[in-house]
């Protein structure tokens, strides 16, 4: 059995015309659009650090014209729950 035939030539011929006659279409349009799709890429970075920009300097507002954190001391709490632990009628298993 043949592989290389006069049909499966020409076959083979004209997928690579096509495939290259769309590439050359597809190209031609991408040079169109162009233009604006650096525009839109543009304008969108652009955007992107004004906001960056902007969260930072309100992160940066509050940390410093907020109070202070207090510091929490959960000693107390701790005791309380280790306490209850300990009066507990069976022991508890480790999961």
Same mark, same amino acid.
């Given at each position: 059995?043949?592989?290389? /035939?006069?049909?499966?030539?020409?076959?083979?011929?004209? /997928?690579?015309?096509?495939?290259?006659?769309?590439?050359?279409?597809?190209?031609?349009?991408?040079?169109?659009?162009?233009?604006?799709?650096?525009? /839109?890429?543009?304008?969108?970075?652009?955007?992107?650090?004004?906001?960056?920009?902007?969260?930072?300097?309100?992160?940066?507002?509050?940390?410093?014209?907020?109070?202070?954190?207090?510091?929490?001391?959960?000693?107390?709490?701790?005791?309380?729950?280790?306490?209850?632990?300990?009066?507990?009628?069976?022991?508890?298993?480790? /999961?």
């Amino acid at each position: 059995m043949k592989i290389f /035939t006069k049909r499966n030539a020409l076959v083979g011929y004209l /997928t690579l015309k096509a495939n290259s006659r769309a590439r050359r279409h597809f190209m031609r349009r991408q040079k169109k659009r162009s233009g604006l799709k650096l525009v /839109t890429l543009l304008v969108l970075g652009i955007l992107s650090v004004g906001l960056l920009i902007a969260f930072a300097g309100v992160l940066h507002r509050r940390s410093r014209d907020g109070e202070p954190v207090e510091e929490v001391d959960l000693t107390d709490e701790i005791e309380i729950v280790v306490d209850d632990l300990a009066d507990a009628p069976e022991s508890i298993p480790a /999961t």
